[in-house]
């Protein structure tokens, strides 16, 4: 089972002094995709359509929907294409049938929100499920400041899309010996993540002592998603917000920044 669609695709601009030259470049594809849980709406998310089965599969197990690949008895994909004067606009809808039991949690759970979004904690109607209880994660082994140091050129060379289009993010899966295990790209940073979470879930692959790499900063979100997931460590090459550091602080989740050029820089260490 793999969703996946173009995700690139060449588009004509105007340059020049008079706008009078036409060119062609590769920009990255952006399509809405329903969620639905046995056929109840539940979100809209603006993603890449490459890797969605993975996509899906982690967005559920990092927004709580799921605990375990085998609570999904079944997974479904429907396109639809809406016509305009101009352009013909690509959508997706992907169904998650999920046991009787998480049904009946996702319903209750459902009662108590406005509605899921592309942001996360947008449309949360109170501050108890935009800010969660989280597990504290076991203790980890640290990582070298040797291992750290390259992570940056690696992430790059690793991006398929990031190298055509650019303007895009990505999230690098690496094993328990720093080794890349596989790069995800979306045009959403939490995307990224939960394809991430998906493809390590689907594939049996424990995520404890496991990194992720990823191109954007680091919010609550991510946090939250990585912690729910098992993740041990996240890395990211812009700076993290600050909630985001206290919560990898409370869950024992190993936090680190790779500028630039200065020294990587860790805000939160597994103990």
Not at 219 to 244: D, F, M, Y
């Amino acid at each position: 089972m793999s969703f996946s669609f173009n995700s690139v695709q060449n588009v004509d601009y105007l340059f020049g002094n008079n706008a009078s030259h036409i060119a062609l470049t590769p920009l990255v594809e952006e399509v809405p995709v329903a969620i639905t849980i046995n056929g109840i709406a539940h979100a809209v998310m603006m993603t890449t359509p490459i890797h969605l089965d993975a996509f899906v599969i982690g967005f559920a197990l990092s927004e709580g929907l799921i605990d375990d690949l085998a609570e999904v008895r079944d997974l479904t994909l429907q396109q639809t294409e809406n016509d305009s004067a101009e352009s013909t606009i690509l959508s997706l809808s992907i169904n998650l049938d999920l046991s009787p039991r998480k049904l009946n949690d996702f319903k209750r759970i459902k009662q108590a929100r406005i509605g899921a979004t592309g942001c996360g904690l947008c449309g949360v109607e109170s501050i108890k499920y935009a800010l969660p209880k989280l597990d504290t994660l076991p203790k980890s082994n640290n990582i070298n400041k040797e291992d750290l140091l390259h992570l940056r050129e690696l992430l790059f060379s690793t991006q398929r899309l990031g190298k055509v289009t650019g303007a895009i993010h990505a999230a690098l899966l690496l094993s328990e010996h720093n080794q890349p295990i596989i790069c995800m790209e979306d045009i959403g940073r939490h995307n990224a993540l939960d394809k991430i979470i998906g493809y390590a879930l689907m594939n049996n692959i424990h995520l404890h002592n496991h990194s992720v790499v990823m191109s954007s900063r680091c919010s609550t979100e991510l946090i939250q998603k990585a912690v729910r997931a098992g993740l041990s460590r996240l890395i990211h090459l812009a700076s993290p917000s600050t909630l985001a550091v206290t919560l990898a602080k409370r869950s024992n989740l190993t936090l680190i920044h790779l500028p630039k050029k200065d020294e990587p820089r860790i805000f939160s260490l597994s103990e």
